[in-house]
């Protein structure tokens, strides 16, 4: 387990537990969230609208179906169980994968119709916890996988799939700063850039037409499950996905992680 997936979460906390196929969620709501009303929200009346908590708990019942269509997607769920905790701190700005745990900030209960982020931190229980990389600046390998599931996610509930979120960032000029970081190699400053996340799921993406479905989803799930419980470097997955393919792909890695130019 890496470290910084680590979680000790200490206070009074409505507490729900479930079990579904076989694996055990247990999910942790800050009471205060439910005294909450969520800004702009209104229910059907016109009356106050739901509370952060209430929506929180509601998102929490989605995360079985999470789980099986990202099994379906990525191979089986790495872990025993799962969950999340849902705390009511201002400070935290960010939801952190936390190993069978997430955490996630008052924010992300804001629109119970999106359950994006809830999708991009279960992925990183196949891709970053269950296999974690060996330096900070491979932080790509983790990322690129999270928010291509969101992506996978989004057209397989009717919205906007991996595709249109390609050409959509294809279209930034290439004078914008988006194009000029280094994604395996970002920088200390970097490592959670937008071009990190959103460049490494377009060079899944890439890699998926160069290669095609059968071959990239194959790859996707070996990757996972020959690495579970290690560690992994950019030059790993460069190796693998060629071995797996058995494609010549360094001009695509070239291009779309090591350059500091638009494609």
């Not at 936390?98 to 999708?119: K, S």
Request: proline residues 6%; without cysteine; glycine residues 10%.
């Amino acid at each position: 387990m890496a470290p910084y997936l680590l979680t000790v979460t200490v206070g009074r906390f409505e507490l729900t537990t479930v079990t579904v196929d076989g694996i055990e969620y247990w999910n942790a709501i800050d009471p205060a969230l439910f005294d909450r009303t969520i800004p702009g929200a209104s229910g059907s009346t016109g009356a106050s609208g739901p509370t952060y908590g209430q929506v929180a708990q509601e998102m929490f019942e989605a995360q079985p179906e999470i789980v099986s269509f990202l099994s379906g997607v990525f191979g089986p769920y790495p872990f025993t169980e799962a969950g999340g905790i849902a705390d009511d701190v201002p400070e935290l700005e960010f939801a952190l994968e936390n190993q069978t745990r997430p955490i996630y900030p008052v924010w992300a209960w804001e629109d119970p119709d999106d359950l994006g982020l809830l999708v991009h931190e279960y992925a990183h229980q196949w891709y970053g916890d269950s296999v974690s990389v060996e330096r900070w600046s491979d932080i790509w390998l983790n990322e690129s996988f999270a928010t291509y599931a969101e992506w996978l996610w989004s057209e397989h509930t009717g919205g906007a799939g991996p595709a249109d979120e390609f050409e959509r960032l294809l279209e930034l000029p290439a004078g914008d700063p988006f194009w000029q970081a280094e994604v395996a190699d970002p920088g200390p400053t970097g490592i959670f850039d937008d071009a990190v996340y959103q460049r490494g799921a377009m060079t899944l993406h890439a890699l998926r037409t160069e290669v095609g479905d059968e071959a990239f989803f194959a790859l996707a799930q070996s990757w996972a499950s020959s690495n579970a419980g290690g560690t992994v470097g950019t030059a790993d997955f460069v190796e693998f996905a060629e071995q797996s393919t058995g494609r010549d792909l360094d001009d695509l890695f070239d291009t779309w992680i090591f350059s500091t130019e638009k494609p």
